[in-house]
Each structure stands twice: as structure tokens, then as C-alpha cells.
């Protein structure tokens, strides 16, 4: 959800090095990183098709993961900044990958021809800011002296990628470095290499309803609040909504069976009403339950509209407090 970069870059590379392994092995040399032919023949179009789609599906595997990882960034900043965050380490990586493959043979005379294909300089780069801006939590404490943070799958699975080929720590180097140079403000290098904005409304129009996604649906979303008073308010609240749910429902089965309307407000007022009374073993009396709530007509229409009857939407919005998406979650549910 929030991501819709991050699904197509887990999605669409995936899908191509998968086919490219099993079903299309004599295409897989237009997509080797083959610098050598980038430096004596031009091939320019190495630069993109090698680094573009990973030849190993471990790498595809890893990659994936730490992308799917790395989705936080996107909902953060935005898909116009997280893609120009991505174009502008991509085009600086394939700079020092040449860099340092002619500095790797001046100082200790390797000649590197060909460097492991895939997406994994931008990957790679994306360790920068996740190190800089994800605060470290600890989670637990192996043998007492290493500790598991919320970050240590991630550093686990970018050295699982960094061992699984002999000259990926080139890319790895060229990844972090470029990362740097565009997170750093000394540079300016976000300034320069950047997305245009008619661009990125043409792939908003285009690509983004593909790979969008609605709101999950099946879970109550909750706002963390920022003190410890409004996050037990919210915690009260989530679980006033979840009894009323859940007897609301009893219920309604019991109406089906015998007929009738229920009286939502009467069986059911919500918790801040409740104080500290044991509604396990007594039932209120009728002198303290307040008195109906009124129902806006605007909310009962809307609830009409919908396709439900009046007095239904009347009760619903009684036992709601007039909460319009509480009342229509239950309506939709039962």
C-alpha cells in the first residue's frame, strides 16, 4: 500500500530474470553486465540491460526482499523523490563501477571483464539512508551480549547478497558511495539528478493504477498517539468498538431467530459510559443510561444511500456515537 515503485520494482525485474532463467537462457547474454564490451565496443545499452534485470535468482531473491524492506522510503518521501533518489544512485554507481574496476587493476593487476547483473547498486545505495534515518530498536539478546534489533534482518540479508558472488563487493562499494554522495547536501547531487515532475505525472497516470493498492480492509487502523494518556484513550476506544462488534453480532443472530429490532444504545453504550460497573454479572439500570444520542439526518441518508433501511441506520448511528464509518463497517459486515 503507499508503495507503488517499490511493488513494480519486487514485481516486474522478478518476473523477467525468472522467465530469462527457465524459459529464455539464450536471451540472458544481452543482460550480462559486460563492462569490457561497454569500454571497447560502446555498448552503452549494457549499462541499462545489465543493470537493470539479475541473472541469479538468488540475487533476485535477496534483492527482493531488501526492496520490499526498503518500500518504508517510498511511503516517507513520496514515489517522485524515492524514484529520484533510485535514478540518481543507478547513474552514479555505473560511474564508479568503472572507477573502481580500473582502479582494482591498476593496484593489484585483476582484469574484471563482466560484474554480476541486477539492480543491486541503487539496493545497495538504499543502506545509506535506511542507517542514517530507521532508529534502531532492540528486540532481543542472543547469549546475552548480541543484540537482535528491528534492523538486523536487513544487514543480514544486504551479507547474504554482498557473499554471493566474487566481484559483487564492487557493486556493493559503488552502491554506498553513491548513496552517500546523493544523501549528502554538500554535493547537491539531488538537485541535478532528479525526476521531472511531468514526468513523474505521466507514470502517476500510467503505471500507478497498475501497481497500486487499496487500504487493507480487515484491520482497524490505529494512530499511535503521542502521549501515554491519548494512546490508552485509543486503546479504549479500539476495544469499546470491538465489544460492540462482537455483541452486536450475538445479537443479530438472536433477532434472526426471533424477530424484531434490536435496541442497540439500550443493550450496548459505549464504554466512557460505563465507568468501572462489572457488566459481566449486573446490567445498569434504566436511571443511568444516558439519554439517545441524536442522529444527524445527513448520516442516515448517506446510510440509505448505501442500501440500508432507516431504522437500521438509525440504530447503527445511536451505538456508534454517530461514528458514520463505525455504523457502516457494522451494516457491511452483518
Given amino acids: 500500500d503507499k508503495a507503488p515503485l517499490s511493488k513494480s520494482l519486487l514485481l516486474v525485474p522478478s518476473a523477467i530474470s525468472i522467465l530469462l532463467t527457465l524459459l529464455f537462457q539464450h536471451y540472458q547474454k544481452f543482460f550480462v553486465y559486460n563492462l569490457q564490451a561497454v569500454k571497447e565496443d560502446f555498448q552503452i545499452w549494457r549499462l541499462v540491460c545489465g543493470r537493470t534485470i539479475c541473472l541469479d535468482l538468488k540475487d533476485t531473491f535477496c534483492s527482493s526482499l531488501l526492496i520490499y524492506n526498503f518500500r518504508i522510503f517510498e511511503r516517507r518521501y513520496g514515489s517522485r523523490k524515492f524514484s529520484s533518489f533510485l535514478l540518481g544512485a543507478w547513474m552514479l554507481s555505473a560511474l564508479f563501477d568503472l572507477l573502481l574496476v580500473e582502479i582494482t587493476q591498476y593496484i593489484f593487476g585483476i582484469t574484471i571483464n563482466s560484474l554480476p547483473s541486477g539492480f543491486l ?13 530507521i532508529p534502531r530498536v532492540q528486540v532481543t539478546q542472543v547469549l546475552g551480549h548480541f543484540s537482535i534489533t528491528n534492523k538486523s534482518l536487513v544487514y543480514i540479508l544486504g551479507l547474504q547478497l554482498l557473499t554471493s558472488g566474487s566481484y559483487i563487493w564492487i557493486l556493493a562499494l559503488s552502491g554506498l558511495i553513491s548513496g552517500t554522495c546523493y544523501n549528502s547536501s554538500i554535493l547537491k547531487v539531488h538537485q541535478i539528478l532528479c525526476v521531472p515532475r511531468w514526468v513523474a505525472k505521466i507514470f502517476s497516470w500510467t503505471l500507478e493504477p497498475v501497481f497500486s493498492s487499496a487500504e487493507p480492509t480487515n484491520e482497524v487502523r490505529v494512530g499511535m498517539g503521542a502521549t501515554v494518556d491519548i494512546q ?24 434472526q431467530q426471533q424477530g424484531g429490532m434490536i435496541n442497540w444504545n439500550r443493550l450496548f453504550p459505549p464504554l466512557r459510559h460505563r465507568h468501572n460497573a462489572n457488566y459481566q454479572d449486573h446490567r445498569p439500570s434504566e436511571q443511568g443510561i ?14 440509505m444511500e448505501m442500501g440500508f433501511s432507516r431504522g437500521d441506520a438509525l440504530e447503527a448511528l445511536r451505538a456508534s456515537n454517530n461514528d458514520l464509518n463505525v455504523a457502516t463497517n457494522f451494516l457491511l459486515q452483518h
Fill in 121 to 133: 547498486g541503487p539496493v545497495f545505495a538504499l543502506f545509506v539512508p535506511f542507517y542514517l534515518s
Fill in 232 to 255: 490508552r484513550q485509543q486503546r479504549m476506544e479500539l476495544l469499546d468498538r470491538q465489544i460492540m462488534m462482537s455483541q452486536v453480532a450475538q445479537m443479530r443472530r438472536q433477532r
Fill in 290 to 303: 444516558p439519554p439517545p444520542t441524536e442522529v444527524s439526518e445527513e448520516q442516515v441518508a448517506r446510510l
